[in-house]
């Protein structure tokens, strides 16, 4: 269950839903990377190290240059859900 949670609405984008949780003690990460990764659409979402994250402002950013470019079809990546990682990266590279 989510130890924390926050739902936002992104007012040039009141037609998506924006839902952040944090959980903790997490104990099958390596089985959400691997569904994540092989594009299983049970797992709707971006799977982010909250450590990698300094406050919601930057996680809310992303998730806002994340929409803009998917409404103007300019997304680099796959999904919606990973050009948010991508937007939280420094480099032009998501590893």
């Keep these: 269950m989510s130890d924390k949670a926050l739902n936002i609405t992104i007012p ?3 037609g ?34 909250s450590q990698t994250i300094i406050s919601s402002e930057q996680l809310i950013a992303s ?9 103007e079809d300019k997304i680099r990546t796959r999904t919606l859900h990973s050009e948010v990682i991508f937007s939280l990266s420094p480099t032009q590279n998501v590893s």
């Design 63 to 71: 998730v806002y240059r994340s929409l803009l470019d998917y409404t």
């Design 12 to 14: 040039k984008f009141p």
């Design 16 to 49: 998506f839903k924006v839902s952040l949780h944090k959980f903790t003690n997490v104990q099958n990460a390596a089985e959400i990377k691997s569904n994540l990764l092989s594009g299983n659409q049970d797992y709707n979402f971006a799977f982010i190290n």
